[in-house]
């Protein structure tokens, strides 16, 4: 039994079955009746110790269409607000017979502590600024879905990289699947060590987009600036931000018409997107909250149905038919 908390986790055959599972998954939700069979009887918990909309909900629809009992719980209003311990709570849900936990909390490498801690597979679902990984394969699922295979696709992630788990997952599962990442952000947005990264930086992001300083650009990605992470000094005023690296109407001149635009959300519109970025028939921002749940399905299924590495359970084409 294995769980997924970083998006190293997952080689490129591991990653590729996960986003080929979700492509069949993803006829489901254009069925009248969503559901299928085969996490019945399954009992999975979303312990979510930090505010969500998209994931956690999603991870709830994407349980609740394979047939498993889903439970949410939230550090608001769970004994985590009268003083409890992480290892406390999570070994009190985990007591109760849990198949699979969803966790999401404020401090990195909460998720593997608690896989360390409880027996069933643990999905990390968010843990800090360090990884958010089902993020990661759904925003490939959406980039495959505009340009086919990734390999060799640029993608330019653009923001708040310091405090970002998607940036570090999506770095890291874009190239397992061979496509290139440069990131763009000021200085002070940038996190000590990203040289190291297998990734292109940079500080300019209109030379990025037109293409100067690096190769032709298939993909955008804003990330959301964290003013929950940040404790002031990372840059001057909102409105220079804008300036400087927000996806204005300009900007979205340089990109070729074609060229994608993905955001995770929440969007802080007129900070690092632009209302008409958003709202341009190049967004893909719903796209991304729809791959969400056929990923997340994918992933349920391949923790709980077979292994991850895609071992036992039945072939998600044989469940997908056999429900019809
Ligand atoms: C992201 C997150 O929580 O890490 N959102 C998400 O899961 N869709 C990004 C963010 O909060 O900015």
């Not at 490129?12 to 009248?32: C, F, G, K, P, Y």
């Not at 994407?62 to 070994?91: F, M, Y």
């Not at 198949?99 to 990390?124: E, K, Q, T």
Request: with cysteine; net charge negative.
């Amino acid at each position: 039994m294995r769980s997924l908390l970083s998006a190293a986790d997952l080689d490129r055959d591991e990653a590729l079955a996960i986003l080929d599972a979700a492509a069949q998954m993803q006829a489901v939700q254009s069925r009248e009746v969503k559901k299928l069979p085969p996490l019945r009887g399954r009992t999975v918990v979303n312990l979510f110790f930090e505010d969500s909309t998209r994931t956690r909900s999603s991870f709830e629809i994407a349980g609740k269409w394979l047939s498993a009992d889903v439970v949410n719980i939230s550090a608001k209003g769970s004994s985590v607000s009268k003083g409890e311990s992480l290892r406390d709570t999570v070994l009190t849900v985990a007591a109760m017979g849990v198949d699979a936990l969803v966790v999401r909390h404020n401090a990195s490498g909460a998720a593997h502590r608690i896989a360390g801690w409880v027996d069933c597979p643990v999905i990390n679902a968010g843990d800090g600024t360090h990884e958010h990984p089902t993020q990661a394969l759904l925003d490939a699922y959406t980039l495959r879905s505009r340009l086919g295979d990734l390999d060799g696709a640029h993608l330019v992630i653009v923001g708040d990289i310091t405090h970002s788990r998607v940036a570090r997952s999506d770095v890291l599962l874009m190239n397992t699947l061979g496509a290139r990442v440069t990131l763009v952000a000021p200085p002070t947005l940038l996190p000590a060590g990203v040289g190291s990264w297998p990734c292109g930086v940079s500080w300019d992001l209109d030379a990025t987009l037109s293409g100067k300083t690096h190769d032709d650009v298939d993909a955008v990605m804003m990330l959301r600036v964290q003013h929950e992470r940040m404790n002031g000094g990372y840059f001057p005023t909102p409105r220079e931000y804008a300036i400087g690296y927000g996806l204005s109407p300009q900007r979205l001149e340089l990109l070729g018409e074609r060229v994608p635009i993905l955001h995770p959300g929440p969007m802080n519109r007129g900070l690092e997107i632009s209302a008409a970025a958003a709202d341009s028939p190049r967004a893909m921002v719903l796209d991304q909250v729809r791959a969400g749940v056929a990923v997340r399905m994918a992933v349920l299924y391949r923790l709980l149905a077979g292994g991850i590495d895609g071992s036992a359970g039945a072939p998600v084409a044989a469940v997908i038919e056999e429900a019809k």
